[in-house]
């Protein structure tokens, strides 16, 4: 895509004009409409279903996320049943997703919205943002995604789009000079077909250009997984799911590691609300 025309340059950031607007929607729109990409949680406007979605799709790639999204909600089919589940239920459901501390903060919020909410998701992005593990871009692709609020949201892929189309030349570009733009490029009739849009653009533009998003100022790195704190958490987990184990001992012979590495992850899942120890017994939590 050719940069967009613009009016005037203003403290760093870029001013568009209407006619370069517009052209930008089109191409934008014309790509998203030629290469169409199923998604499930593009065929509902549930807001419970848009939330899981969301929820999943932190730090996880759509596929993986797509193969657990329904059968997560064939198990928890709405808020109230979710509030109301055991934790390792939710666990069980949740394996193979990764980032566990998400699973609870999902069912944190199911229980909230019932009863403070009488079991409705507020539609307020800034309420949405006081729900335990939703930040502002969650916050706001709900918002946009369930209720058609044009709210402006960042994500890795709406990024990808504006630092390849403005900052071609630029390292190190900040999400604040990405803004601007997000709030002036905004199609406010339709800001959920828009979001998708801009989602698949930066999805094509990474597979045939060199990552622009590494142009960011905000760009890391994802730390390895493969043996990791993160991996051995989701290792006991697993042990734990299946049936309680007697002391630590036990979990020390079920895993092969440094016992006092094991100590400090199990002090950890104890302390995130993942797992209790009931008289001699470590367990799932709830």
Not at 43 to 55: A, G, K, M, R, W
Not at 182 to 193: C, G, I, K, S
Request: with cysteine; glycine share 6%.
């Amino acid at each position: 895509m050719k940069k967009p025309a613009t009016n005037s340059q203003t403290t760093g950031t870029t001013e568009l004009n209407q006619v370069a607007i517009q052209r930008f929607q089109n191409e934008i729109y014309a790509y998203y409409h030629a290469h169409p990409r199923p998604l499930p949680w593009r065929e509902t406007e549930d807001p419970y279903q848009i939330l899981v979605s969301e929820i999943m799709l932190q730090q996880t790639r759509v596929e993986r996320a797509m193969g657990k999204y329904q059968e997560f909600l064939a198990a928890f089919p709405d808020l109230a049943s979710l509030a109301q589940a055991p934790l390792r239920e939710v666990l069980h459901v949740w394996q193979g997703l990764g980032y566990n501390r998400r699973a609870i903060a999902l069912q944190e919020t199911a229980k909230i919205v019932v009863q403070d909410f009488s079991g409705v998701l507020p539609n307020s992005a800034d309420q949405l943002r006081g729900l335990p593990g939703i930040g502002p871009y969650t916050a706001g692709a709900i918002a946009a995604f369930a209720f058609h609020q044009p709210v402006p949201i960042i994500e890795t892929n709406i990024r990808t789009v504006f630092i390849h189309c403005f900052f071609a030349d630029r390292q190190d570009v900040k999400d604040s000079e990405i803004m601007p733009l997000v709030h002036a490029t905004l199609d406010r009739d339709n800001p959920r077909e828009w979001y998708y849009a801009l989602m698949d653009y930066g999805v094509m533009l990474k597979q045939t250009h060199d990552n622009p998003s590494r142009k960011s100022a905000h760009h890391t790195r994802q730390s390895r997984f493969e043996g990791s704190d993160r991996q051995l958490r989701g290792v006991i987990l697993k042990l734990l799911l299946q049936k309680p184990l007697s002391g630590k001992e036990a979990i020390f012979q079920a895993i092969q590691e440094d016992p006092q590495r094991l100590d400090k992850i199990l002090q950890g899942l104890k302390k995130d609300g993942f797992i209790v120890r009931k008289g001699t017994k470590f367990t799932i939590a709830g």
